[in-house]
């Protein structure tokens, strides 16, 4: 079992992940020495038993003698309205609860009770290179991903089947059998076009032409592909929060595999020094940065920078108590002034910005301005 870097608080909480994220697996560690009450709505028994009477919740509750601390509760999004009854015990009864989910659709629908406060909220993601530990092997993880399943896999075709198997999952349980679209096809061509676009500023009108739909339907579907948990939108940096809405966002998968699977690329290798290989590390360290940054509670936020003359930066990090962070990624193993003239022309412009170079080199250097070091000191050095 891997040990995971999340840490809940004793107090009841939401715990949000996609599917296959290792949710069950670690509340069954986290209660080990308890004994809940556990609730699995993936059962259709079991949803349809409290979807019939929600206050059958209550009733079980009060019927444990008072003996019970804890209700571990899997998979809520299925039976949004139980959480009427789980407010209740939470508040009258001092019960304390665990709540998974691997869709937060319909409890943003505006009739679910989201608990106002009485339930923490943390996220469980695909592995980390820290929890991962001395099985941690980099190539791996830009190929087939971190999610548990992958990582105990043996065999390159294991964890090709097993992606591919995933990404089906993906459309038949949580798109298509949730009723979120009324047409899987063009949902389906979607996904593939987002999936090869993963990284890159999203252009909704090119991509509203590639799948024939309208502006307003795509943008519905990334919206869906938040809400479902399977990414996250990087939103443009600018000192005005009006300005910064005004900019098309980048959208990065949560899992370097599932990526590959939706994008068809599972069976093509990425080779060290080549544009694929150097994007699929940039999204590796994102995903790593937004990961830390949510097991550690640090409330950073997460940003990309670009000139209307098109000069870039990966990462901005808004810091609170901190200078913010100008981060350039490269999966070079060797870095020079040539990898650091963006940054250092940026830090000119942003006098109290501190900048980051993180790469595969080994060495610790110090560029004009620019810390360059290796991509996991790096984040340690960010803060995470």
Known sequence: MFHRMLKPQQHSF????????????????????K??????????????RYARDPDTLIHEVEGSRGSLEWVVIDEVQKLPKLLDAVHFLIEKKGIKFALTGSSARKM???????????????HLFPLTAV???????????LRWGSLPAVARMGTEPESSEFLRAYALTYLKEEIWGEHIIRRLDPFRRFLEIAA???????????????????????????????????GVLLEPFHLSLRKRQRKNPKFYFFDTGVKSALARSLDQPLTPGSYAYGKAFEHFVVLEAFRRNSYLRKDFRFSYLRTKDDAEIDLVLERPGLRSAFVEIK??????ERSTRTLERFCRDFGRAEAFCLSRDPGVKKIGSVRALPWEKGLGELGL
Do not use: C
Not at 14 to 33: H, I, M, W, Y
Not at 39 to 48: G, S, V, W
Not at 108 to 122: D, H, M, Q
């Open 131 to 141: 929890e991962l530990g001395s099985s941690f092997d980099l190539g791996s993880v």
């Open 196 to 230: 090869q676009m993963n990284g890159e500023i999203v252009n909704y009108a090119n991509i509203a032409a590639d799948i024939g739909a309208d502006l307003k339907t795509v943008q519905s579907h990334y919206v869906i592909l938040e809400d479902t948990l399977v």
């Open 108 to 122: 943003k629908g505006g009739s679910a009770n989201l608990l106002a406060g009485r339930a923490f909220v943390y």
């Open 35 to 48: 004994k809940p009450l556990w609730i699995d709505l993936l059962d259709p028994k079991t949803e349809d």
């Open 14 to 33: 939401f715990l949000f992940g996609p599917r296959g994220t290792g949710k069950t697996t670690f509340l069954r560690s986290f209660f080990a020495e």
């Open 331 to 336: 999966s070079a193993e060797r870095v020079d």
